[in-house]
């Protein structure tokens, strides 16, 4: 199995499939492939027909979408608890995770993913950004309260919907936004996570700069 992803400081839809993929210690092979070159579109259309990564090809099977590719490694691996075991946790994880992809685009272009980058807090985005923000943390508190007990995460131990939030984990502290302390308690364990940690380490050893990403 590939998966084709974009460069790990910046592309925040690669990483969630990665992170699901690597916690869970599924195999796979990673084909990187740095975007805004003048061939980056080139290169991700000869794997993926909608242009964009992340991808997952695995013989004649082709997966892009970063939802259907946690899909389809959750049903290939029903022995993994990549979402929650619990009916009703899992539900929960689901809707949370469809409104992370269907959503939060203030926040997404006011603070893009930036590993490298750590910025002072202001207030960016507008009053968008921060309805936004509001309503992540109230889902993460909910998902806490409700399902949490058993660990550090959303719905106790990690899942695919850690891994969908686990960029917005990442813009949170970049941009330095006041986080109370189950907040940061959430951020941290998250960022603690072995397969985060492979990922930011690659990222921060990159080289490529885009400046459309360069906020400030
Ligand atoms: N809805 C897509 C979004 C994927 C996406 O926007 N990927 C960005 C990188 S993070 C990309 O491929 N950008 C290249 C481009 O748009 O040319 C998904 O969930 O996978």
Redesign the pocket.
Known sequence: MKLII?NKNY????MRPWLVARHFRIAFDEILIP?DMPD??AK?LAWSPS????CMVDGDVTV????AIIETLAERHPDLPIWPRDPAARAHARAISNEM?AGFAALRTACPMNLKAQKPWKPRGGEAAAKDVARILANWREARHRFGAGGPFLYGAFSAADAMYAPVTTRLTTYSWPMDDDIRAYVDAVQSTEAFVDWKTAGLAETWVTSSEEVD
């Open positions: 974009g592309s925040s839809w690669s975007l980056t579109r991700v242009g964009k990564v992340p892009w979408e970063t939802l992809h």
